[in-house]
């Protein structure tokens, strides 16, 4: 019971940031969706089912916080890379900053949890 | 944009299970608009020839069983895609027929969207009343309208026995069911509007 608790509040945080996440990994360099879910797994985070990414990549381009093109390769089929948009760059100082005061309060939390020793 | 990628697959029987999904994905994304289902079909298809290239498994059939499944139901992962857009569509064309197919379409998608859309389904039926009681007066005048007994409202809509109450609005009923319907059907889509950004 209890780790089905924990199993399902950890599947929610990973759900709930996982645009964050998308967003943050293109800033760094442009992807495309193969490419995109491989980073995201290589964080730990497991996607059940690796079809959710497409909606999630499209409605953030309809937030016009990227943009896709498609690039041909020698080899292989080609593959749409997704970028980020001046706009997904200035939202995404936005959410930074919002997770780095979220994450200082949660850890000054847990700090105190851990200096009254339980 | 590219439209026309294929996977070549040796096996006949790999080529079945390709098409197969290719066919469900078809038909879970049949009602966007074509170009938006190519550009989603190639980018799956991208997918699908990428996982396959990297995969671990022996043969060239179990490496695309592992993509697919992997990949998911199209199905189930198009779901919410569908649904958004569906509203998109429908508050933005203001067609009563689009807007029952958004709400049917987000009914079942997820336990918030379906309790979300029961309720706009439900006012969506109400909206009905509303011109089922505008025609009501025109075959049941003194069955339908607004009820006072003594001066003292007792009742609105469409009664079997009014009995001795009186109805009091008369024709300006007809306006009062077109304004209502009207802006239901205004407030109805609004809140769609508002519910999709909220999610968003």
Redesign the interface.
Known sequence: MENEFVANWEAQVKKGILSFIVLNIIKQSPC????L?DKIQKLSFYI?????L??LL??LKR?KLLVSK?VHQPT?????YYYITELGSATLLKMNEHWHSLACAVDNLLAKDIKHGN | ??TD?T?EIESIEGRKVLDQYLRSFDTAVRTLPQSMRQ??R??????I???M??SDKETEFDRLLDALE?????E???S??IA?YQVEFATSTFKPLDLLRAIGRNIGAGILRTVVYSIFFILYLTLFAFVFLFFAKIFAPGNTGVFYYNNEFRAIGMLSDPGKYTEKLGLLWYPLMIVSSVAEYFLITLLMKVTRKRR?
């Open positions: 495309y969706g193969y490419e879910m059940v089912a690796e079809g959710t497409y909606p499209d409605r937030e498609w292989g089929l080609p593959r749409k | 944009m590219e990628s996977i550009e989603l190639a980018e799956i298809i991208s997918h020839s990428e996982s290239a990297l992997r990949l998911g139901n199209p189930k992962y198009m919410p895609m958004d968003n």
